[in-house]
């Protein structure tokens, strides 16, 4: 393996960048919701459907198996020509039918190959156990700096050259992660012949009560972070903001994720990460419920998405460094998917049941109000999650 391929701070810019253009183009599909409804007449259902597929997809744990069983680099190289491959085949989209294959199904391929599970799983072979959470925040940090980054600058794509134009820029844009692939590490080159010690693996985290609990706490983060992204935009316009201060304020969710993810990923290396995560979900539900009681304004909105966006994705960092505390690292890529699965199924509740509502009520309220719920749901399950290390893994070192 090349010298730089060992480097911690190379890979995790490296891995940073990845996940920064990967998430940055995902965060911006939300803003094409108006303007595919108005031009195609695709509703919000649709739409909120094909963004569910897209996550759930995005969800499967199959790339963080092959990354972990072979190549995280070459699993990256395949997802960023299908990313590509995507965003230009939605240029030609014409209906329904195109959106749910294009949006959701061949961009969520392309997303898993290119996400956290892949790339964390990748760092944490790289970073020691103590640095471990930190190192995950940085490249949570950096993929939350994609959402400022390219909210903006798709919606001025959007603006100045139309729908169409904007998915072939966002092609374009896709194939930069081809590149900072190149930085990531080898495999460890231990082989685990048939994947009996991944099966064990499997089954011991089965048995985990903390690790079923993480599973259902970070069910309740995607839940938020589908349904804010795909229709807190839409929902600004309804009332009575414009598309721009709507933009705007998704794109504060990505600058101040920034700090977020850095800070939670360093409360995660310095105190328990349980208690971190339930107060993490715990202030979620103040600033939502804040969001729901006073008047929607320009103000209120952008405040709303900074402070949310501090809370945004600092899940990731301390849950998959929990991961990692539990069973170590060697499988980090396939334990660490099974609790993004649970994340994604979240995550297509919030973006399908968000457009459902609305299409039959003509309102979001019931689903804000559900997100405020489960926040507190969630602050309580990581209050109870068993944080001890797997018994396998006790005496061993998590390396």
Not at 86 to 94: E, G, P
Not at 116 to 140: D, E, K, M, N
């Amino acid at each position: 393996m090349p010298h730089w391929r060992k480097n911690p701070v190379v890979v995790v810019l490296a891995g940073g960048l990845i996940v920064l253009i990967s998430m940055g183009l995902r965060q911006s599909f939300g803003i094409f919701m108006q303007p595919l409804g108005c031009v195609l007449g695709i509703d919000r259902e649709s739409f909120g459907l094909a963004i569910a597929i897209q996550n759930l997809v995005l969800g499967l744990p199959l790339a963080g198996y092959l990354a972990d069983r072979f190549s995280a680099r070459q699993v990256v190289f395949g997802g960023a020509l299908l990313y590509a491959l995507a965003m230009s085949l939605m240029s030609q989209v014409a209906g329904p039918p195109g959106l749910l294959l294009v949006l959701g199904l061949l961009t969520g391929v392309a997303q898993s190959a290119t996400t956290y599970v892949v790339v964390l799983g990748a760092v944490g072979r790289i970073v020691s156990p103590q640095r471990r959470a930190s190192a995950f925040g940085v490249v949570t940090g950096l993929g939350s700096f994609g959402l400022f980054l390219m909210v903006p600058l798709a919606n001025h794509w959007l603006l100045q050259g139309g729908w169409g134009w904007a998915f072939e820029a966002l092609a374009w844009t896709a194939l930069l992660m081809l590149f900072a692939a190149l930085f990531l590490p080898d495999p460890d080159g231990r082989q685990d012949a048939g994947g009996q010690e991944l099966r064990a693996m499997l089954r011991i985290a089965a048995g985990h009560r903390g690790y079923l609990l993480l599973i259902g706490g970070f069910f309740v983060c995607g839940f938020h972070v589908a349904f804010i992204a795909t229709h807190l935009p839409a929902y600004a316009v309804d009332m009575g903001l414009d598309r721009t201060t709507a933009g705007h304020a998704l794109a504060l969710i990505g600058l101040f994720n920034i700090l977020g993810s850095l800070l939670f990923g360093w409360l995660g290396d310095r105190y328990r990460k349980k208690y971190v995560l339930s107060w993490l979900y715990g202030l979620r539900a103040v600033v939502i419920g804040g969001f729901l009681v006073i008047p929607l304004s320009e103000t209120t909105a952008l405040v709303f998405g900074a402070l949310i966006g501090v809370f945004w994705l600092a899940t990731v960092p301390v849950t998959s460094g929990m991961v990692g505390q539990l069973f170590g690292a060697r499988y980090l890529g396939t334990l660490y998917g099974v609790v993004f699965l649970g994340h994604q199924c979240g995550a297509f509740l919030g973006a399908w049941w968000g457009g459902h509502v609305f299409e039959s009520t003509g309102s979001y309220a019931v689903v804000w109000w559900a997100a405020l719920g489960l926040s507190v749901l969630a602050a309580a399950l990581h209050g109870m999650i068993d944080d001890r290390p797997a018994p396998a893994m006790r005496g061993a070192s998590a390396a």
